[in-house]
Structures are given as structure tokens and as C-alpha cells.
């Protein structure tokens, strides 16, 4: 007879488990992710998201691809009929912190009972539009405010809170440049 | 009686119109995107989108919120309910440079009559486990491929590609630094 240690829904054996493994095996803590996108009109387009490699094997537990519309609102020309890309770089890192949050606590043994954010960022589309070279056109900057339910000490949240910081991916690619290629053909 | 010149299902009247109103009044382009996020268990975690402040005023057109899950595969611990945080920065990626080619080959009167993308992203999870300082949590590289349907010259399209690279807000949040601030407090 086995018991699963699980706490804030997260399974603590097999994460020191996948700790001890990518120890031995360095390797296979290499992951590639993947995205395939179909532009729709206007500002409207799909992302198909469903295999990835990691663990040393492409993964095939998606039985379903995962299917995100993405849009602009009216104001922006489109027909909201999705998130707009700006607003899903927030989704993208709301998910990520709560990650981080829910399973650097499991394995620090903090039980988490509630988890909340509220995200801004803030943009000036001088640059999306072409019209100012010395505005940017991505997000001068993003707030994160998260309210955590736990009876942990204030302490042992300021902690947490600084290595959640240190091993986000997402506020890390926020954070810090990520070299990214764009190749663009002509299709036949 | 007016028309519409409508290119690639993008209004290109209100888009000049859009253009023409910032010049007169640049603080109408300081937009404010805003998500929340609930912690569900686990990986797993829900963002919800739905107001912004932009072009000098709430916007109020999303009736309804626009509802995003996150969660991890199962060789990260989570039970596949929804993309995982990295996943989604290639889907906001991929849904930036949508509307970039979109709007930027309508505005110059290129007819777009489809476009598709490949986004991949590599990462080396010993970040995010927190097993080495020297690796970064985040994605090492990001690579976008994109094919477009369309009868503008190989030239053209090098241009607007050039364009669409100096003012896609995603794109710029990936390759430079955006100052992102964190903080956490403990749930009365």
C-alpha cells in the first residue's frame, strides 16, 4: 500500500521525484514547447496548442488540441472574440505566478487556501502604430497583486515570495530579454 | 451614403481615423489592459479579461468576461485543463504578429488571403525547479515562422515584415525588459 503526499492539489512525491530524476539525468529537463496559429480576419486569429517535447519523449496526453481565439475590441478595429495579445501576456503570467506559488508552497509544506490576482499593464500605442520611434510598443510596465489565503507567517510569504520571483519562466521572459527569430515566407 | 474600405477585414477608414485622432491628441493612446486570476488547485488556475481603460475612457464593450484556464500536463504535475503559462506567451506571440501583418498589410493595401504560423520555445526546467542559479527559468529562444497567402512581391512582404518587427507590443515584451513589479500579501 502506497499514500500520495498531496498538498494544495500538488503531488509532493512525484515533484521530489522529477527533482531526483532531472538530477541523475540532467537532460531531460529539457522542454520545447509548441503553438501553430491560423489568422481568422481582421484581428481575429486561433492557436492550436497540443504536443510538446520534454521528459525526454514528445508528450501525448493531450488527447484534444487546446484551441485560444485571440482578438482585438472594437476601439482596436476588432470584434472581441478573444483576449487581445497584450491582455493574454497578463494571463500568461497570472498562470505562471500561481504555478510558482502553489508548488514552491507544497514543497515548502505552506497549505494554500485561497489565491487571487489582479494584473495591469500599462501601453501607449504610439508605437504599435508606427507613430512615435522612441515609444515601445509592448508594456512600459506590469503590477501583479496577489493575495494568498494560508495560515504561514508573514516571513515564510516574503520567502516564498522571493523564490517564486527567482524561478518564474514567465516573469523571467518579462523581465529579461528572450532572442526571438521571426522568419516570414510566401506561401505557395 | 459612405462605404467601408474594408482590407483584410480591417477598417481602414477608422484605422486612418485612429491615427489621425492621436496625432491631435496623443494621451488618447495610453491604454491600461487589466486581467484577475483565481487559483483553482494545483497547476491549475483561472484568468478572467474583461475591462480596460483606453482612448480616454472605460471600455465597456465585453458584455460578458472572457474566461482563460491554465494548467500544467501531468509530467508537471497538472491535469491538462488548459495551456500551460509558457504555452500561452507563444500564443500571445503568435496572436500579436496576426494582427501586426493584418493591419500593417491593410494599411498598405496588401490583401492578406491567409496566414499561418509555427511558434516554438525551448526551456531547461532546471530553473523553474529551482536546481541551478545559472540556468534561467524562462525560454532560452523563441522561433516564429510564418507563411502568408498573398500576391505582394517577396520585397513587399520583407518590408512589412520589417514593420511589423518594430511595432508588435509582443514581440518587444519578449526580446526587451519590461519593468514588472510583484507584490504579495496574505488574505484577511
Known amino acids: 500500500m502506497t499514500t500520495k503526499t498531496v498538498v494544495n492539489g500538488v503531488d509532493v512525491d512525484q515533484l521530489v521525484d522529477t527533482v531526483g530524476a532531472i538530477k541523475e539525468q540532467p537532460d531531460i529537463a529539457k522542454f520545447r514547447f509548441r503553438a501553430s496559429n491560423q489568422w481568422v480576419n481582421g484581428g481575429h486569429s486561433r492557436t492550436t496548442i497540443q504536443s510538446f517535447y520534454g521528459a525526454g519523449q514528445e508528450d501525448d496526453t493531450r488527447s484534444e488540441p487546446i484551441v485560444l481565439d485571440s482578438d482585438e475590441p472594437p476601439v482596436l478595429l476588432g470584434e472581441n472574440k478573444g483576449a487581445n495579445a497584450v491582455e493574454t501576456v497578463l494571463h500568461a503570467l497570472a498562470s505562471c505566478m500561481s504555478v510558482g506559488f502553489a508548488y514552491n508552497a507544497a514543497a515548502q509544506g505552506i497549505r494554500?487556501?485561497?489565491?487571487?490576482?489582479?494584473?495591469?499593464?500599462?501601453?501607449?500605442?504610439?508605437?504599435?502604430?508606427?507613430?512615435?520611434?522612441?515609444?515601445r510598443p509592448g508594456y512600459e510596465n506590469i503590477r501583479l497583486s496577489c493575495r494568498i489565503k494560508t495560515d504561514a507567517s508573514e516571513d515564510k510569504l516574503a520567502e516564498l515570495s522571493e523564490q517564486v520571483q527567482k524561478t518564474s519562466p514567465v516573469l523571467d521572459i518579462l523581465r529579461n530579454p528572450v532572442p526571438t527569430s521571426v522568419h516570414l515566407e510566401k506561401a505557395p
Open 112 to 135: 494554500v487556501d485561497g489565491m487571487e490576482m489582479d494584473l495591469e499593464g500599462d501601453i501607449d500605442l504610439h508605437g504599435f502604430l508606427g507613430l512615435s520611434e522612441s515609444t
